[in-house]
């Protein structure tokens, strides 16, 4: 998790460091499982929606990679914030964040959603939603092409796979 | 699997009469245990790659190409969606009922697999063979009604519980066009046992039940449309609806607890397609192959017989080939219709499903009574609907090629090349 202003964050606990050849592997192995079925929410708010779409339509399927969408946060492993994030809407998006169980992955899509984009200096815009939630990956872009949104799944299913499943994580507060 | 426990007693104990010997409850104990592990393992490997297949199948009909990246042509989609779900968080809500939230999945589950009870997979393939086993499927899957409820009531969400309500009032409504069209077969086959009614058929297409008679032949495809609703399948899908529900009875639930709710939609998909198969199809019946000569196999071998073996494992493969063709109907169905409105669902079970299904068992019972059975205008009546449904099968393909000849023309014009299809994507 690599946003600015994080109100948790997670370490790795220190004596486990080393690697272990046997949690490795299984890592690796349930890393790969765990990265072909990274399901989305049917979540927009403005045009990079459109394209959101558009991403699991014909030309970039992201069914090819075992992503599907689910209209239900709790079903949903990757939260794709994409649009303009109003301070009213900022509330359901944190509880939409908050509604899905661990773990779980953002994705800022689109200027509005990293920095407020066009609608920077307007007074009921937030600037970036990683004012609100933790966010993986930040996807510039007004709108961004569905090969854009598609490479940023990749690069979720590349953190997925190097991330330790088996290694105890202590979370600082 | 009573007989071949009697078989086990009778060839490894050496006690011919089984029923007065004091140990034959342990050796029928281990076989229901031996049957419910392999009900269970099937279900599994049944329901598993079916989800694949059915994102293969909507892939090709939205020209899209569907999981492809998960072991050879993504056929591994299924273990990395159950392994993903087992490792989310537990999720139940703070204002869940939580002992109800925990048992809805698992009466769902035991709805759908208590009907696994009385399928006829093979020749003396079945776990029980209850004299009132179409009763048993139609009171077991009963259960499913209250699973869903308990669900919608328990999550203590407003999207849940309309979707509990909508499926509850869907799934008793088409209970009865379901019970009216198996009651065609009860008449015909005059028993409700599932081995009775394959039994009552025969090998070749022209003694099953679905041609038999036009009012046969309606009574199967208002009997799938009514297991459509009853499965909740699209274009029944209400309970689901993603624009109107979010996602129904199951919107609160994550990781394997939602799991489950899956799992028994595609173990509904296989008790479908096998309650189709056994009642009008034919079901495990080899041609040419009377199923007292298995029977008789059975009895007569003293220690293992392979011919017995290769019987059963046909008739397995028969049965198994029919159900998974429906299986595969069942699914284009599904990425090919919209779906209906919450009236138009219940105009169409009431004025139209309910009606037909009464007038398919008023018409069996005036043919039974004035053609007699085996005459030169039954097998005329049969061979015509004979015609009528390899009409319909040579549609379906003639279809299936008209959509492969214009992809392969739009392919040609756009890329300049010769497109080829691996043949499991033709249709």
Redesign the interface.
């Known amino acids: 998790m690599t946003g600015p202003k994080l109100e948790q964050r997670i370490e790795p606990e220190e004596e486990l460091a080393l690697p272990n050849v046997l949690t490795t592997r299984l890592d690796l192995a349930l890393n790969w499982f765990r990265k072909s079925s990274v399901w989305y929410l049917l979540f927009a708010t403005a045009c990079c929606g459109i394209e959101l779409m558009q991403t699991g339509g014909p030309r970039t399927d992201l069914d090819r990679f075992g992503a599907v969408f689910r209209s239900s946060p709790r079903q949903s492993d990757l939260l794709i914030v994409a649009g303009t994030i109003t301070y009213k809407m900022a509330d359901r998006v944190r509880l939409i964040y908050n509604q899905m169980p661990q773990p779980k992955y953002v994705i800022a899509m689109g200027s509005c959603a990293n920095c407020g984009g066009l609608f920077t200096p307007s007074y009921s815009v937030v600037n970036g939603v990683d004012k609100i939630i933790p966010v993986d990956f930040y996807l510039p872009g007004c709108p961004p092409r569905p090969e854009a949104l598609n490479e940023a799944l990749i690069k979720v299913q590349e953190k997925i796979q190097g991330e330790p499943w088996f290694k105890k994580i202590k979370v600082a507060r | 699997m009573r007989q071949i426990a009697d078989w086990i007693i009778l060839n490894l104990f050496g006690v011919a009469d089984a029923g007065s010997w004091p140990y034959s409850w342990l050796v029928y104990l281990g076989m229901m245990v031996f049957a419910a592990v392999l009900a269970i393992t099937f279900v599994a490997i049944f329901a598993g790659p079916v989800t694949w297949v059915e994102?293969r199948v909507?892939?090709r009909i939205?020209?899209?190409?569907?999981?492809?990246?998960?072991g050879p042509q993504?056929f591994l989609?299924w273990?990395?969606?159950g392994?993903?779900?087992l490792?989310?968080?537990?999720?139940i809500p703070d204002a869940a009922d939580r002992p109800l939230f925990r048992l809805a999945p698992h009466l769902v589950w035991m709805g759908m697999f208590g009907a696994f009870v009385v399928l006829p997979f093979g020749a003396h393939l079945v776990a029980a063979d209850l004299n009132v086993g179409l009763l048993y499927i139609l009171a077991i899957t009963s259960l499913v009604v209250l699973g869903l409820l308990m669900a919608g009531w328990a999550s203590n969400s407003k999207w849940a519980l309309y979707g509990g309500i909508r499926s509850t009032a869907q799934l008793v409504s088409y209970e009865i066009p379901t019970a009216f069209s198996l009651m065609v077969i009860v008449i015909l086959a005059g028993t409700l046992s599932t081995q009775e009614i394959v039994r009552a058929q025969g090998g070749w297409p022209w003694d099953w039940f679905v041609f038999r008679n036009p009012f046969t032949f309606l009574a199967f495809f208002l009997l799938m449309t009514s297991s459509l609703a009853e499965g909740n399948r699209v274009p029944f899908d209400l309970p689901e609806a993603?624009s109107e529900l979010?996602?129904g009875y199951?919107?609160?639930?994550?990781?394997m607890r939602?799991l489950f709710f899956l799992f028994a939609e595609w173990a509904n998909l296989w008790i479908m397609a096998a309650i189709g198969t056994f009642c009008f199809l034919g079901g495990w019946q080899i041609p040419g192959v009377s199923p007292d000569a298995i029977d008789a196999l059975l009895a007569r071998s003293h220690g293992w017989s392979w011919s017995w073996v290769g019987l059963q494992a046909l008739s397995f493969a028969i049965f198994a080939i029919k159900a998974s063709w429906l299986v595969f109907v069942v699914i284009q169905i599904r990425w090919t219709l919209p779906r209906l409105r919450v009236d138009q669902l219940m105009i169409a079970c009431w004025k139209y499903l309910v009606p037909m299904t009464l007038v398919c068992i008023l018409g069996v019972l005036a043919m039974a009574l004035l053609i007699p059975q085996g005459g030169v205008l039954d097998y005329l009546i049969r061979g015509l609907m004979m015609v009528v449904g390899g009409a319909l099968v040579a549609l379906f393909l003639w279809r299936a090629r008209v959509n492969y000849m214009l992809a392969r023309d739009s392919y040609r014009k756009m890329e300049g090349r010769e497109l080829w299809f691996p043949p499991y994507r033709l249709v």
């Open positions: 994102r909507a892939g939205m020209s899209r190409l569907g999981p492809n990246r998960v993504g989609q273990l990395a969606d392994l993903k779900n490792l989310k968080e537990d999720l993603e979010v996602a199951n919107i609160e639930y994550s990781g939602f």
